[in-house]
């Protein structure tokens, strides 16, 4: 009846001090009320004389589609300058993402209490959920209705901004006219992701500046006393151990960290909230809904304070991935930075010179015109967590690669002009570039691995065949590889640090995710200075104990249980290996060099000395005396 519908409006708008708009939207199954206009409604013209929805105790001004449009541009314009602006970078698709405070749900709950103890007043047995849609259907419907804003609001800033030049300072026109494969375009690798969040506020009537003070914003939600949210709002994250080394850990969420450092009062989740007022609801305690209702409407009766919102914008960019393949000249090489706990009271020790990753994707981050801070938990500039060791951070290149060599072994090209090695090359890796300032061209990737390289150093380095590099005295009747055999470059540069790239090119996802995958399905070369205890006097003698040219003997199967060395970090099990092929070149009476190559996951080392009888056969039970290896280097990986 029109009498009751009179009720609700009265009730809502003025004692509850909703804006036409959120009645509008909380009276959606009542279609006389739905489309109330002010000038529709004498009470409803008189409480929105101001022409202002920024008042309303629900909704914050959020539905005030001027002032949101505004803080919406002003945030994203801000957040996204240091990317280049909109017009160079395409968006995801479902950006912008929106989270819009939950307290709404709460006062909607309180105005929909007040509603219905008015109602019961004039002894009228309609249920309000035949008049007004629930709180949660009405949080949804303003998040639905914010994000449609926004969206429109960041395509219009975006076709503003085309019409402007917006190549970078090195005149390449950046993406999406960037060298970007149809794989990377379908799965918006590099898109920019967009996510804003709206914050209440309380403006004072002395300052009249908006505050997030909890000791002013109190008011936010109802007391603990009427409605227990405390719990929620003091909810702790659950630290995750990611080991004791100081470097950066890559983790976290740009849309949690964004709420994270503003520190928001009455940012709840929405979840969170739903269950305490389902749990009311269910109870049906009338002593709780009352006070909600007097809550909100002592609120709305408060002269001396304004409620708005602010509006905060996170803006990162989706991975992507550059993948090539690299060599390693050094034996104090680690593939990544290399901690143990080696210091006084456990502290962590860097082993090795420089690692694989640190002489990439240091460079490689420069090229993509550098990672992004703004997207951390905590930013860069503050004093506290500026320069923690060790820290979680959003923005991160990240190495991957497929398999990894120890620290004291080289990873190189093979020495042996024999037939086709084309295929075999260096050890495949991806970075994944984590919210990156650019999106470089194929040019600007050709340059950083030009950079990686130092193809600026004129002088080719040279790199010394195992035996040499071991040390070892040959006897006279050594018989070393031609010059023309060992004259094949096995590095990709010249990178006085021992590290090479080839090959920099991007890549996708699937290739990144099935690089470990690919490993276990690649043959790898492998060269070792080998000692023996017993003398063999010439080549045709190690030859014939190793059974080289033994019909039968290669590929040649061997069973290894999991090395003693890695027992304290890898399930103890037997596994089975393949020895492909195997040539030997005899230096003196107790050393020679080995080359061979294995199925991947062969643990090389112990295939030379036996491990304790944990790999079977191995070279020291096939010469049948004590050997060891003093060095290893990785030849090539089969493609």
């Known amino acids: 009846p029109e009498a009751q519908q009179q009720v609700v409006l009265s009730i809502l708008r003025s004692e509850c001090g909703l804006c036409y708009r959120c009645l509008s939207h909380l009276c959606r199954r009542t279609p006389a009320l739905s489309s109330i206009q002010p000038q529709h409604s004498p009470a409803a013209a008189a409480a929105c004389a101001d022409g202002s929805t920024g008042t309303c105790t629900v909704c914050f001004g959020i539905f005030d589609d001027d002032a949101v449009e505004a803080g919406v541009t002003s945030a994203v314009a801000t957040s996204v300058r240091p990317y280049g602006g909109l017009a160079s970078n395409p968006i995801t698709k479902e950006s912008p993402t929106v989270v819009l405070p939950a307290v709404m749900m709460v006062r909607a709950y309180a105005a929909i209490c007040a509603a219905e103890l008015a109602l019961k007043e004039t002894s009228s047995d309609t249920d309000i959920k035949e008049i007004l849609q629930n709180q949660v259907d009405f949080y949804d419907e303003a998040k639905d209705h914010v994000r449609s ?15 402007h030049d917006q190549n970078d300072d090195n005149g390449v026109t950046p993406f999406p006219y960037a060298d970007v494969t149809r794989e990377m375009d379908e799965e918006e690798a590099g898109n920019l992701g967009i996510h804003l969040l709206f914050v209440p506020v309380l403006k004072s009537g002395d300052s009249g500046k908006p505050s997030m003070d909890s000791d002013q914003n109190d008011n936010l939600l109802p007391e603990e006393s009427i409605l227990r949210t405390r719990h929620i709002l003091n909810k702790r994250d659950r630290k995750r151990f990611r080991g004791n080394d100081p470097t950066p850990k890559q983790g976290g969420d740009p849309k949690v960290n964004l709420l994270k450092r503003i520190k928001a009062q009455g940012m709840a989740e929405k979840n969170d909230i739903q269950r305490i007022l389902e749990d009311v609801e269910r109870r049906n305690n009338s002593q709780t809904k009352k006070a909600l209702a007097e809550w909100l409407i002592g609120l709305a009766s408060t002269k001396n304070a304004m ?24 034996r104090s090489i680690s593939q990544t930075p290399y901690y143990v706990p080696d210091g006084p009271k456990g502290k962590m020790i860097r082993k090795g010179d420089t690692s694989v990753e640190e002489e990439i994707c240091s460079v490689l ?3 993509c015109g550098g990672i992004s801070s703004q997207n951390n938990e905590f930013v860069s500039t503050t004093e506290e967590y ?24 080289r990873m190189l090209l093979p020495p042996i002009r024999t037939g086709d090695n084309s295929h075999i090359g260096g050890r495949p890796f991806v970075c994944e570039v984590i919210d990156a300032f650019r999106l470089p061209s194929s040019q600007q990737l050709f340059t950083v691995m030009n950079q990686i390289n130092r193809m600026d150093i004129d002088k080719e380095p040279e790199v010394s065949n195992i035996v040499v590099d071991a040390g070892i005295t040959p006897s006279s009747n050594y018989n070393p590889l031609s010059p023309e055999q060992s004259s094949r470059n096995r590095r990709y540069g010249r990178n006085p640090n ?28 492998y060269g070792c200075a080998v000692w023996c205890e017993t003398i063999i006097k010439s080549q045709q003698e190690l030859d014939e104990r190793l059974g080289v040219y033994t019909a039968g003997r290669f590929p040649m199967e061997i069973q290894q249980s999991t090395p003693l ?7 103890a099990a037997v596994r089975s290996r393949h020895v492909l092929t195997l040539s030997a070149q005899w230096v003196n009476e107790h050393w020679f060099g080995l080359h061979l190559s294995t199925t991947a996951g062969t643990y090389v080392k112990e295939l030379v000395h036996g491990d304790c009888g944990r790999t079977s056969p191995s070279i020291s039970s096939i010469l049948g005396c004590k ?10 990986i089969a493609m």
Not at 307 to 330: D, E, I, L, M, N
Not at 627 to 636: A, F, H, K, P, Y
């Open 307 to 330: 409620h708005s919102h602010s509006t905060h914008a996170s803006v990162w960019r989706k991975p992507f991935y550059v993948g090539g393949k690299y060599t390693k000249a050094g």
């Open 498 to 525: 021992g590290v090479d790239i080839a090959n920099l090119s991007y890549c996708t996802s699937a290739d990144y995710k099935g690089l470990q995958g690919e490993t276990e399905h690649k043959v790898k070369h």
């Open 565 to 571: 060395r890695v027992l304290h970090r890898r399930a």
């Open 365 to 367: 981050s420069v090229g």
């Open 386 to 409: 500026g320069d923690k060791a060790g820290a979680v951070v959003f923005g991160l290149c990240k190495f991957h690669a497929s398999g990894r060599e120890d620290l004291d072994v």
């Open 149 to 163: 804003l926004a969206k429109k609001v960041v395509l219009g800033m975006k076709d503003q901004e085309a019409g």
């Open 627 to 636: 050997t060891d290896i003093v060095r290893l280097d990785c030849e090539g």
